[in-house]
């Protein structure tokens, strides 16, 4: 069973999805952080694993959805975002990394 629902609106009514942020465009990041085993347990190619983020240990899947549509995570001539959009995914993931490594270091 995917860890991914299929469509936008059943990622927000999710209760394993956390609205992270939400951009002036409407960029909307819902996140579901993962357990080790979940993530290890993502097949390459499948579609999971097109919204695997993090580094091996604190991973998650990351969802950005809008208008109503679960994004491709592409840059605009393969996906559906465009620069600004990736500006806020490269911020997400190093916020991402900090807050993982701020746990770590409290261990």
Do not use: H
Not at 60 to 80: A, F, H, T, W, Y
């Amino acid at each position: 069973m995917p860890l991914v629902p299929s469509s936008a609106s059943a990622v927000e009514n999710s209760e394993r999805f956390d609205l992270f942020r939400t951009t002036g465009t409407g960029l909307r990041f819902y996140v579901q952080p993962l357990a080790s085993d979940v993530a290890k347990a993502i097949k390459v190619g499948s579609r999971d694993f097109q919204f695997l983020c993090g580094q091996a240990g604190d991973q998650c899947l990351l969802v950005l959805i809008r208008d109503g549509n679960i994004l491709r995570q592409e840059p605009k001539s393969d996906g559906d975002l465009d620069s600004s959009d990736v500006l806020e995914v490269l911020e997400f993931l190093s916020q991402w990394e900090l807050r993982a490594r701020r746990q770590r270091n409290e261990q």
